[in-house]
C-alpha cells in the first residue's frame, strides 16, 4: 500500500506541474492555438469530488495498516455512489454560462483562456 501512495504523490507533486509548464513552454502560437493545446487543471465537478473522497478514504483506511470486513464494505458502497454519481451527471454539452452581457453559450472551460478581457 505504500507504494502506490508514494506514487500518487509523486504524481501530484512532480509530473502534474510538469505537465502544465512543458505544455505552457511548448505552445507558441496564437491563442486559439494555445487554448486547444494547453493542459490546464480545470476538471470537471465529479472528478474533483472522485478525489478528495479517495484522500478521505485511503486516510481511512491507511491509518491502522489492517482492513476488515466494515472497511471493505465502506469502500464498497463508496465506490458504488461514485459509479452512480458519473452515471446520473448531466453531460457537460448540455451545460451553459451566462457572461456579463446577459448572453447564453455552452461552457467550454478552454475557452477560459481565448476571452479577450
Not at 486547444?36 to 472528478?47: A, G, Q, S, V
Not at 472497511?71 to 458519473?86: D, E, H, P, R
Amino acid at each position: 500500500m505504500e507504494i502506490g501512495s508514494a506514487y500518487a504523490l509523486q504524481v501530484c507533486l512532480l509530473q502534474i506541474p510538469a505537465m502544465v509548464l512543458f505544455s505552457w513552454w511548448f505552445n507558441h502560437g496564437s491563442k486559439e492555438e494555445l487554448a486547444k493545446f494547453t493542459f490546464t487543471l480545470i476538471f470537471p465537478y465529479w472528478d474533483v469530488v472522485a478525489v478528495i473522497m479517495a484522500v478521505f478514504l485511503l486516510t481511512y483506511t491507511y491509518q491502522e495498516g489492517k482492513s476488515n470486513y466494515f472497511k471493505g464494505s465502506i469502500l464498497t458502497f463508496s465506490y458504488l455512489v461514485l459509479i452512480a454519481g458519473f452515471f446520473f451527471v448531466p453531460s457537460a454539452s448540455n451545460r451553459t454560462i451566462e457572461h456579463d452581457d446577459g448572453l447564453m453559450s455552452k461552457f467550454n472551460p478552454l475557452s477560459l483562456l481565448t476571452r479577450s478581457t
